[in-house]
């Protein structure tokens, strides 16, 4: 069975540090999406990223960058020059192709990140 | 603009009493979700449809039902033999359940008096 683990449960750093939310996932398919979700106060969940298991190169969009390993499971998310308004919970998630993907996203429990000013 | 909307944001249910969550989507997708949220806890999947009509039990269906008459609703009703109901619900959709990117609505936070 599928299963996504974030053993960071809070991290706290203070402004403008760089900081990495690390993303442990466990799947028997060969074809699977990797996603990263923000979720601010206010509750919804904000798309940050979709990876799909023949894309192992890393991406960055502006301060946000993904670095993906298949061969360590691995699909970690640093955030350079943290600012105040990065602090949120965010969720790693993974979706399987076996079945289609139709049951949906396997989530881990989520990393509180709170950046001090 | 395109999206889903949940409401309310904010409902109480007495004991015994059944609840309906709303989700309503305009982007045209097929697929829809419902997950629940507990604190500190990730999200687990609740029902999903992939098309009107159908529908599909997730990892902790016990408890809820829904329903999907319309592509652009899925409705979530709590009902009485959820005995532990109190946490934030969230509805998602998706354009292509097969590795798609589920966009969700702003939840729906159900408490009991």
């Known amino acids: 069975a599928q299963k996504v683990t974030q053993a960071q449960t809070e991290i706290s750093v203070v402004e403008k540090e760089d900081v990495t939310l690390d993303c442990v996932y466990e799947?028997?398919?060969?074809?699977?999406?990797l996603f990263w979700y923000k979720q601010p106060p206010s509750g919804e969940l904000v798309f940050l990223i979709r990876r799909n298991s023949f894309d192992e190169q890393n991406e960055i969009s502006g301060r946000y960058s993904w670095n993906f390993q298949k061969s360590t499971s691995s699909f970690n998310f640093t955030i350079t020059a943290s600012q105040v308004v990065d602090s949120a919970v965010y969720f790693c998630a993974l979706s399987e192709n076996r079945r289609g993907g139709a049951d949906g996203l396997t989530f881990g429990k989520g990393t509180h990140l709170i950046i001090q000013p | 603009d395109g999206g889903i909307t949940q409401s309310p944001k904010y409902l109480f249910r007495k004991e015994g009493q059944n609840v309906t969550l709303s989700c309503e989507q305009n982007l045209n997708h097929d697929a829809m979700y419902w997950y629940r949220q507990d604190p500190g806890q990730g999200l687990r999947l609740i029902y999903y449809s992939q098309i009107v009509n159908d529908f599909q039990k997730g990892d902790i269906a016990e408890g809820y039902s829904v329903s999907r008459e319309k592509k652009e609703s899925f409705p979530l009703t709590v009902t009485s033999a959820q005995k532990n109901p109190t946490a934030f619900y969230l509805c998602a959709s998706s354009i292509d359940p097969r590795g798609g990117r589920p966009i969700f609505g702003s939840g729906t936070q159900l408490s009991v008096l």
């Open positions: 799947t028997r398919d060969t074809t699977y999406y």
